[in-house]
């Protein structure tokens, strides 16, 4: 099976504008997360939909917002960029299904940065 | 989310086994305990999780305490290649994760 895609790998934005982060799942799974990684706040986590839904949602101004097709793909939203919003983008997604366990595969990350 | 504690940094020689400990003393009975790695900036990659009982899988083995308060993740032969940060995470399998720092660990020639 084909691993978790996120596109585009590396982004470069000025403050102010708006960007908009593609993730496609491993074929079968139903759930996306999004994390934000950054050198002082580690690993975080944004938001978690599943069959279109945003079944969690982490500590985030409501300048992140997401969404998730029927077809499991995701895409994250961040507008009115600032420069602290320059961080790894990470998608994990999962079988989400009910009972026993539900591993996260990640997929490679986007890069982003706010000029 | 159970809070986990994990050294911040270790150091293996290469060939040995990595022994990477974890505390979770307020873990739930419905949390697994889940282990990642990350290679410099790259997608954090699953290692092996387990509930209650030693798991083993081609990766790694996990070593849970019988009273699930603390575990142990064991690389039996590491390699250069298995330097990296090393997260454990306890939750419950419907929750999303909470990241600590993790370990650095750096296998050493």
């Known amino acids: 099976k084909a691993g978790v895609t996120q596109t585009p790998r590396y982004l470069i934005k000025t403050r102010g504008q708006q960007v908009t982060l593609s993730c496609s799942p491993i074929s079968g799974h139903r759930s996306v997360s999004w994390y934000q990684q950054t050198p002082g706040q580690g690993l975080q986590f944004l938001f978690e939909y599943f069959s279109e839904t945003q079944r969690n949602k982490g500590n985030f101004p409501g300048r992140f917002s997401g969404r998730q097709f029927s077809n499991s793909r995701s895409e994250m939203n961040v507008s009115t960029l600032e420069l602290g919003d320059s961080a790894l983008y990470l998608c994990?997604?999962?079988?989400?299904?009910?009972?026993?366990?539900?591993?996260?595969?990640f997929g490679p990350g986007t890069r982003l940065t706010v000029l | 989310d159970a809070k986990t504690t994990q050294p911040p940094s270790m150091d293996c020689a290469e060939g040995r086994a990595a022994n990477l400990p974890c505390n979770h003393s307020?873990?739930?009975?419905?949390?697994?305990v889940y282990w990642y790695r990350q290679i410099h900036s790259q997608g954090p990659q699953y290692i092996i999780h387990g509930l209650k009982n030693n798991e083993t899988n081609e990766m790694a083995s996990l070593i849970i305490t019988e009273d699930r308060k603390s575990s142990t993740l064991i690389l039996p032969h590491a390699t250069l290649r298995d330097t990296a940060v090393y997260y454990c995470?306890?939750?419950?399998?419907?929750?999303?994760?909470?990241f600590g720092p993790g370990t650095r660990l750096s296998v050493l020639p």
């Open positions: 995470i306890a939750a419950p399998y419907d929750q999303n994760f909470v």
């Open positions: 994990a997604s999962s079988a989400g299904g009910s009972g026993g366990t539900d591993t996260q595969y």
């Open positions: 307020t873990i739930s009975g419905n949390e697994y």
